[in-house]
Structure formats: structure tokens, C-alpha cells
């Protein structure tokens, strides 16, 4: 079975970091995009970071560039996202993701972990 399980989630304040983690299991991601997401209270899922299968190549959202930053070890199967400066407007829960053979997540997503809750006080 197929899982991609995120963990790292928390109550920080402004200014704080915290560093997300997702686990896979059920078959190795080392040739697959991976990825964040969030969905903010009230708003739909969006996308934050991307990470191509060898982890030389990232993009992200505007609004994260030079403060959050994604990675990955293929020999763990676990991809992270490491968020500092954190901004009230970060609390969402996140949500990574995994493009089969894929080079990005962006348009497509063929795995989703079940989400976890970052909650960032002013």
C-alpha cells in the first residue's frame, strides 16, 4: 500500500521555523516529482514547493521564495520542507504530494498524504 505520511506540523510564532517531513512507503518515490501543498483556512489547496526526482531542480511560490525550502533523500524516501520567517498568512495545513515518473507536481498529483496542521501566531 502506497502511503505518503507528513509529519512536523505545530503552533509557532511569527518569525519561528518549523520543518515539515513525508514519509513514503509502499514503493520507492526516487523517480517521481515530489511536493507541498496547503490549503489555507478557506481557501482551496494550493501549491507551495516542487522538487524534481534528483532534487537538483525546485520552484516555489511566490510568496514563500527565501523562506521556505524544500528537499528530499531519496535513500530515506522522505521529502521535507524546511519554513522559517513563518507569517500568520503560512497557517494552513500542508499536504505533500508525489507525480509518478513526473518532473513536477504542479499539474499533476497521483499520491497525497493526509495533511498536516502548521498554525503560525501573530
Known amino acids: 500500500q502506497v502511503q505518503l505520511v507528513e509529519s512536523g506540523g505545530g503552533l509557532v510564532q511569527a518569525g519561528g521555523s518549523l520543518r515539515l517531513s513525508c514519509a513514503a512507503s509502499?514503493?520507492?518515490?526516487?523517480?517521481?516529482?515530489m511536493g507541498w501543498f496547503r490549503q489555507r483556512p478557506g481557501k482551496e489547496r494550493e501549491f507551495v514547493a516542487n522538487?524534481?526526482?534528483?532534487?537538483?531542480?525546485?520552484f516555489y511560490k511566490d510568496s514563500v521564495k527565501g523562506r521556505f525550502t524544500i528537499s528530499r533523500d531519496n535513500a530515506k524516501n522522505t521529502l521535507y520542507l524546511q519554513m522559517n520567517s513563518l507569517e500568520p498568512e503560512d497557517t494552513a495545513v500542508y499536504y505533500c504530494?508525489?507525480?509518478?515518473?513526473?518532473?513536477?507536481?504542479?499539474?499533476?498529483?497521483?499520491?497525497w498524504g493526509q495533511g498536516t496542521q502548521v498554525t503560525v501566531s501573530s
Open positions: 504530494a508525489a507525480a509518478w515518473n513526473g518532473d513536477s507536481v504542479y499539474f499533476r498529483q497521483d499520491y
Open positions: 522538487i524534481n526526482w534528483s532534487g537538483g531542480i525546485t
Open positions: 509502499g514503493r520507492t518515490f526516487s523517480t517521481d516529482a
